[in-house]
């Protein structure tokens, strides 16, 4: 499955934008899907996810109630608005493929767990 993010750009903090992830294959609408990001020289940090149902979201505290992660299967399609960015939003966003449809109790921000990274799209938020 091949994922693409889009819809980055460059914004004044306290603006918003919505990131679209779209897949190459429906196999991917079965599986929960995650958002990451990478700010310049640090690591990739677990940003959202959701469920492949769409019940379960799981946000990093950092943007929880400013972030809204869904999905749309019939478009195979998961979407990140951002809302209230701040300059520390900056970074490369990239979506990726959770290994199971669902986290249960476990939280679903490693890396680790996820594969079929897409490639990502950039996010500037300016002061």
């Known amino acids: 499955v091949q994922l693409q993010a889009s819809g980055g750009g460059l914004v004044q903090a306290g603006g918003s934008l919505t990131l679209t992830c779209a897949a190459s294959?429906?196999?991917?609408?079965?599986?929960?899907t995650g958002w990451f990001r990478q700010a310049p020289g640090k690591e990739r940090e677990f940003v959202a996810a959701i469920s492949w149902t769409g019940i379960n979201v799981h946000y990093v505290d950092s943007v929880k109630d400013r972030f809204t992660v869904s999905r749309n299967n019939a478009e195979k399609t998961v979407y990140l608005q951002m809302n209230s960015l701040t300059p520390d939003d900056t970074g490369v966003y990239y979506c990726?493929?959770?290994?199971?449809?669902?986290?249960?109790?476990?939280?679903?921000?490693?890396?680790?767990?996820?594969?079929?990274w897409g490639q990502g799209t950039l996010v500037t938020v300016s002061s």
């Open positions: 990726a493929m959770y290994r199971l449809s669902d986290w249960g109790r476990s939280a679903p921000s490693s890396r680790d767990l996820y594969g079929s």
């Open positions: 294959e429906r196999t991917f609408t079965v599986y929960a």
